[in-house]
């Protein structure tokens, strides 16, 4: 049965394309995907992101539960602070890429995909019985992310004496509860911005407030096209459980600092390490015309043969901020050039750039 957040009904009086997106009933957009897009870019979007699902971790143990389950290492965390992390199996496969909040003394919520929801439920339960720790699935809980350089700004307008005052001074992949409310400084645009989880009951009055303070409605295509300038993965498309971070571009979520921490999936990354990792994720940048999209074949010549190598389009489209096409492609490890991208059975030139290729709102790399 295809689910529906809260806000279903007044994503349809907004006039809201609605799609069916991991089974959640979603906006695609309100009128103009492009539009949707420059607003985030230049002014302010809520988007609606509560087909996510948080997930509290509490208990003695709930630390020294993660430090097992996540790549990353949550005992650099002091409470308010949050960190990106993946979640692997024992090959270092990614079973999804998630956010961790430190809530408090034993208290921690993470916040999953939504596809990958019923799944990580299960396999963070199972790996949880050695610990002292307990899982709670919080499905009364929706959330909404306001994005954009005006964000902070607009939502001064909407949050109340009490809550402006615990976000003023927040930094970046910081949080603060207020009273079941948690408010913190993260997105998933490239822009500044806030993410806000609170109950679902509360979710269509503050919906309104954010709306009639001037900040627009934002759909699945415009935070698609948002993180791809970004240079974000997408669950499901750049990485999955066949890929490592290694792989993916996300070698920086991996923390090796202490050496005696046995996270799942670290014998894996030290072998793959040793034996020399074999593919990369890359950005592309398409200098012809044309849209790049995922699954296309990439062609690329290594510097020193000239043998033509192939990889594949992960992710890609058209850039309304760039006027340009581009994509994040599955690549061979190693430095190429004459690099093209089949089109239609027509090769166009393309050039590897380094994500993001977006920052602050503004072209990252050199043509």
């Not at 230049?42 to 971790?57: L, N, P, Q, R």
Request: proline content about 4%.
């Amino acid at each position: 049965m295809v689910k529906k957040t809260k806000l279903y009904e007044q994503h349809c009086k907004l006039g809201a394309r609605m799609v069916n997106f991991a089974n959640w009933e979603m906006p695609l957009h309100y009128g103009s995907q492009v539009e949707e897009h420059h607003y985030v870019r230049k002014e302010a979007g809520v988007f609606d992101v509560s087909h996510m699902t948080s997930v509290d971790i509490e208990g003695d143990d709930a630390r020294a539960f993660l430090r097992r389950i996540l790549a990353n290492d949550v005992q650099k965390l002091q409470p308010g602070k949050a960190l990106y992390s993946c979640l692997l199996n024992p090959h270092a496969g990614i079973l999804d890429d998630l956010i961790a909040y430190h809530l408090g003394e034993n208290r921690y919520r993470l916040v999953v995909n939504a596809g990958t929801t019923e799944k990580d439920i299960a396999w963070i339960s199972q790996q949880s019985k050695q610990f002292a720790a307990k899982i709670y699935p919080r499905h009364d809980l929706a959330m909404l992310a306001i994005q954009g350089p005006r964000a902070w700004e607009s939502m001064k307008k909407v949050f109340d004496r009490k809550q402006n005052k615990a976000v003023e001074a927040l930094k970046s992949f910081h949080s603060a509860e207020i009273n079941n409310w948690l408010i913190a400084r993260t997105g998933y645009t490239g822009e500044d911005g806030l993410e806000v989880i609170l109950p679902q009951e509360e979710v269509a009055g503050f919906w309104e407030k954010i709306l009639a303070s001037g900040i627009k409605p934002a759909g699945l295509g415009a935070r698609d096209s948002l993180r791809l300038e970004a240079g974000f993965n997408l669950y499901g498309v750049d990485m999955d459980e066949t890929v490592t971070p290694l792989e993916s571009n996300l070698a920086w979520t991996i923390d090796w600092q202490d050496t005696e921490r046995d996270f799942i999936g670290k014998e894996s990354l030290q072998k793959q390490i040793q034996q020399g990792v074999k593919q990369q994720l890359v950005g592309l940048v398409l200098l012809g015309k044309g849209v790049s999209r995922a699954g296309m074949i990439v062609y690329m010549q290594n510097q020193s043969s000239e043998e033509v190598y192939r990889g594949k389009l992960t992710s890609g489209g058209y850039s309304p901020t760039l006027s340009c096409s581009i994509a994040l492609a599955q690549v061979p490890s190693g430095e190429f050039e004459n690099i093209e991208i089949d089109i239609r059975g027509k090769r166009i030139p393309a050039k590897i750039v380094r994500p993001p290729f977006v920052r602050n709102g503004k072209l990252n790399f050199s043509f």
